[in-house]
């Protein structure tokens, strides 16, 4: 059985399942013209058996499906999870498939690269090329072809071997405690959760001026609001340049509003143009205690941007020493906000970042750590 169309097969499929210590998981699903991610296509296996589930078969209820992924004693094995637990936590009421390993994350951690594919990780952990001549499928459309199931299987059947490659070096390097510290943020119901006021933050805009920010927060508020309400692509509302030009014009009639990027007279007297008005409007009335608030700009003391570099060299040294992505440890950002506060408060200072990087980062700005090279070597020493 390798495609399950019908709730019988399911039930009794997952009840297999129930019955094992992990399972691998994948979706496939379509979201290119729709907010909410539609799925289509739910694959599943264990050391035993594989198969796909066609969600989209007529009268399939998913309740086994969901049951399995509630079921805290099977550990649930995805790779790059973030947006298949995203699908589930909508489809499951807010609930979360718990406990999870995820590989991509469990790849860095040993040493494997930053956000390493999975074709990838195939190739070099189990010697497997992935054909990939299948990946854009239309998952909605019935019936599938046998290449296309096969394809889809891929990604669950192959996961086993790898999830026991990287489960093994976890273990034999003691870091076990390292990705339950990264598991904890995936299981988490608030990573998956949008709301529409924070959905400004998400955008790439280069201003920091508070008035402008908070035009801009109330106008992406009414878009997320929009696309939720018309399940639309927030960029098929509006996009996030026309936002940023109303944002820095501030429109206050239908007329100005018209003036803007991409929106015509029409759009601007009609529904869209009065609730762009009115965001607008509501921005600008806003007490400043209401504003929005400006992002963090590092300002590195004079002087200390060298700092900053020889962090990045610390870092990298002991990311090589560790065998674990820099991208896992901290960004520049993070080393900026390092050098001009060995105190800050940042991921790098908890828990085993602290361990791997944190600690020896302090004690170089405190000048109880020096680097020097040896025989061509980057060398650390501690005072």
């Known amino acids: 059985m390798t495609m399950i169309t019908d709730t019988a097969q399911l039930t009794s499929f997952c009840e297999q399942l129930a019955q094992s210590n992990y399972i691998t998981v994948d979706t496939e699903f379509l979201r290119e013209s729709t907010y909410w991610p539609k799925l289509c296509l739910v694959q599943l296996a264990n050391e035993d058996v594989f198969a796909a589930v066609d969600v989209l078969a007529e009268g399939i209820d998913l309740t086994p499906l969901f049951d399995l992924m509630r079921n805290s004693a099977v550990l649930k094995v995805f790779h790059s999870a973030r947006q298949d637990l995203e699908i589930f936590h909508l489809l499951m009421g807010g609930d979360l498939p718990a406990p ?7 790849a860095m951690v040993c040493g494997f690269g930053d956000s390493v594919g999975y074709d990838n990780l ?18 909605s459309k019935r019936p599938l072809t046998e290449k296309q199931i096969n394809y889809a299987l891929s990604d669950v ?5 790898i999830y026991k490659k990287l489960q093994k070096q976890i273990s034999s390097a003691g870091r076990e405690h390292w990705l339950t510290e990264e598991m904890a943020i995936l299981e988490s119901p608030a990573t998956y959760v949008t709301q529409p006021e924070d959905a400004y933050k998400r955008m790439k805009t280069r201003s920091n001026d508070k008035r402008y920010l908070t035009v801009l927060r109330e106008l992406a508020a009414w878009r997320e609001a929009e696309a939720q309400r018309k399940d639309m692509p927030r960029g098929r509302v509006l996009k996030d340049e026309q936002l940023f030009d109303i944002a820095a014009q501030r429109p206050r009639t239908p007329k100005e509003l018209a003036k803007t990027r991409g929106i015509s007279e029409d759009m601007a007297r009609g529904r869209i143009g009065k609730a762009l ?12 205690d209401q504003q929005a608030i400006p992002k963090e ?5 004079a002087g200390r941007g060298a700092v900053s570099d020889l962090l990045k060299v610390l870092l990298k040294q002991r990311c090589d020493d560790f065998n674990v992505a820099q991208k896992l440890i901290c960004n520049s950002q993070d080393l900026d906000r390092i050098a001009a506060d060995q105190d800050s408060d940042i991921a790098a200072m908890h828990g085993w970042r602290y361990e791997v990087f944190g600690e020896v980062a302090q004690k170089l700005k405190k000048g109880e750590l020096s680097l020097h090279l040896e025989n061509g ?6 005072r």
């Open 157 to 161: 059947t192959f996961l086993r071997d």
């Open 297 to 301: 700009r590092i300002e590195v003391p």
């Open 100 to 106: 999870l390993f995820d590989t991509q994350i469990a």
């Open 277 to 288: 008005l009115e965001a607008v409007e509501t921005a600008l009335s806003l007490p400043k």
């Open 122 to 139: 195939a190739r070099k952990l189990i010697n497997v090329e992935i054909d990939k001549s299948a990946r854009f499928t239309d998952w």
């Open 377 to 382: 070597q980057l060398v650390i020493n501690t």
